[in-house]
């Protein structure tokens, strides 16, 4: 018998009810395609794909000073409506796209929270990393930092599918049909990481991040963009066949150092072609410089790779 409450309520959403909080153990195994999965590696394979869904989004906006600026004045109650409606904004992303790659994995209401932790955490990275945030700084500036650039970074989480999802990989394209895999990897790489890094490499951000971050915070930029890299290489890994694996490019380390090569290299024409490199550019001043950047061009070229 249909409960007074369920009778006003659309058939759809009575029965999608039960769902919206389902929890099934990591021990199962999910079927995909012709293959089976084991759970927690579905879900290690949605998770990376929410973390570098956050960053590909969100990077330009943790590059840019007006953000850094705007979350030292903005008050705190001001800030708490806006943590409020970013969930609720991520619960509707989720129910569009979201950062699980089959429908019937989605639970959009503990999905926008998880959207959340991975903005805030990636966040958190991101701030460090390029020394916006520190110990010398109050916490209440560190927080309403991070809680600024959690919306935006927690909004690509949430569209990651939409934005990294990747397509059929047996769809080849005409024109890239008889390419072999390393040219593909290495062309996409070097296309990507143009696109997404014009974004940032015209700015003055970069130069100043370079100019502040210390020697370990540039080893950890350098770090976390193989680790970012990596991971992309992580989520395609479960289409790859066996012709992907062959060549230079086929162990996942030699594609992510390789890669990681090209995404330099990429930054350091940028700069060049925007005036900021020239020949009497001290190593010491060149190298960061192209780090920091080598950071958005990583990023741009992982996500190039990924959708080949």
């Not at 058939?11 to 099934?24: Q, R, T, W």
């Not at 070097?190 to 540039?218: C, D, R, Y």
Request: one cysteine or more; glycine letters at 8%.
């Amino acid at each position: 018998m249909k409960t007074a409450a369920n009778s006003l309520l659309p058939e759809a959403v009575a029965g999608y009810m039960p769902k919206l909080f389902a929890i099934s153990p990591l021990t199962d195994v999910i079927t995909e395609g012709d293959t089976k999965t084991p759970l927690y590696k579905v879900d290690l394979r949605n998770l990376s794909r929410a973390f570098c869904g956050a960053l590909f989004l969100a990077l330009p906006l943790h590059f840019t000073m007006e953000m850094w600026a705007r979350a030292r004045v903005i008050p705190a109650w001001a800030l708490v409506l806006i943590i409020i409606a970013c969930y609720f904004i991520n619960v509707g992303f989720a129910f569009y796209s979201g950062f699980k790659g089959k429908t019937d994995q989605q639970v959009p209401w503990l999905d926008a929270l998880s959207s959340m932790g991975i903005g805030l955490a990636a966040s958190v990275i991101t701030l460090l990393l390029i020394d916006q945030i520190g110990p010398e700084m109050s916490v209440d500036i560190i927080l309403s930092c991070i809680a600024l650039e959690m919306v935006p970074t927690s909004f690509g989480a949430s569209l990651a599918k939409s934005q990294l999802g990747s397509g059929d990989s047996n769809d080849s394209k005409d024109l890239t049909k008889n390419w072999s895999r390393d040219k593909t990897k290495m062309i996409a790489s070097l296309l990507g990481g143009i696109m997404f890094a014009f974004n940032v490499g015209a700015t003055q951000e970069p130069i100043t991040i370079a100019t502040s971050a210390k020697s370990l915070q540039m080893i950890g930029i350098i770090l976390f963009s193989l680790f970012v890299s990596y991971l992309m290489i992580f989520m395609t890994e479960f289409e790859e066949n066996e012709e992907d694996a062959k060549g230079i490019m086929g162990p996942s380390w030699a594609e992510t150092v390789i890669c990681y090569a090209i995404s330099l290299v990429v930054s350091a024409a940028l700069l060049w072609m925007f005036g900021y490199l020239t020949p009497e550019t001290p190593l010491s001043v060149l190298l960061p410089w192209i780090v920091v950047l080598g950071y958005a061009t990583t990023l741009g070229g992982s996500a190039g790779r990924l959708v080949i």
